[in-house]
């Protein structure tokens, strides 16, 4: 990690002075940065289709999270589980009746 002394600011007295000049010199700024360059609808799209996509995949693992930390997801297991058991008990039942 780098000591504060080797993190040299620039003296506020210098950049003040370099600002000034670029103010009076009618320079744009915008002149000497060269353009974007715009992507093909095509890729556009599908740009946009894939943001979607992770938006909607952001938006369900956070609910899924939520209701994990909720602690419903362990009620339901429970109410299976219990539902599952006596599913079982009943076709033991059955079962024993057919012999």
Sequence with gaps: MASKKDNKAFPLKD???DLALLRVSEVKLASLVPPSVQPPSSLNGEVESDLEKSY???????ATIKLRHAGKVEEA????????SGLEDFVKGLEGEKE
């Design 56 to 62: 909607q995949f952001t938006k369900e693992a956070r």
């Design 77 to 84: 297991a429970l109410g299976l589980e219990t539902v599952r």
């Design 15 to 17: 950049v003040l002075r």
